[in-house]
Nanobody
Framework: VQLVESGGGLVQAGGSLRLSCAAS????????MAWYRQAPGKQRDMVAT???????TYADSVKGRFTISRDNAKNTVYLQMNSMKPEDTDVYYC?????????WGQGTQVTVSS
């Protein structure tokens, strides 16, 4: 599975962005998907996850502002980010996991200006 993120960029505080992660290869629907983020020199933190059945979880810092979703027909997972804050500035990574493998995208930069 190869993962390619898109949709990052610069946004003002209070604004919105939607990230997309397109997966190539077979078996997308069998993978749990997630978004992580990482600042330079810091650990990579979970932002949101979605199971194969569509169950979602969120980091406390983004609850009520971010929404993860998936479209299995398009092999794509999304992260809708609203009411963005400067502390949301990070590189965002797409993640896919199944029982035997973990995959990562190359990351997309998100910058929120105050």
């Amino acid at each position: 599975v190869q993962l390619v993120e898109s949709g990052g960029g610069l946004v003002q505080a209070g604004g919105s962005l939607r990230l997309s992660c397109a997966a190539s290869g077979s078996g997308f629907s069998a993978n749990a998907m997630a978004w992580y983020r990482q600042a330079p020199g810091k650990q990579r933190d979970m932002v949101a996850t979605i199971t194969t059945g569509g169950r979602t979880t969120y980091a406390d810092s983004v609850k009520g502002r971010f929404t993860i979703s998936r479209d299995n027909a398009k092999n794509t997972v999304y992260l809708q980010m609203n009411s963005m804050k400067p502390e949301d500035t990070d590189v965002y990574y797409c993640n896919a996991e199944n029982f035997v493998s973990i995959y990562w995208g190359q990351g997309t930069q998100v910058t929120v200006s105050s």
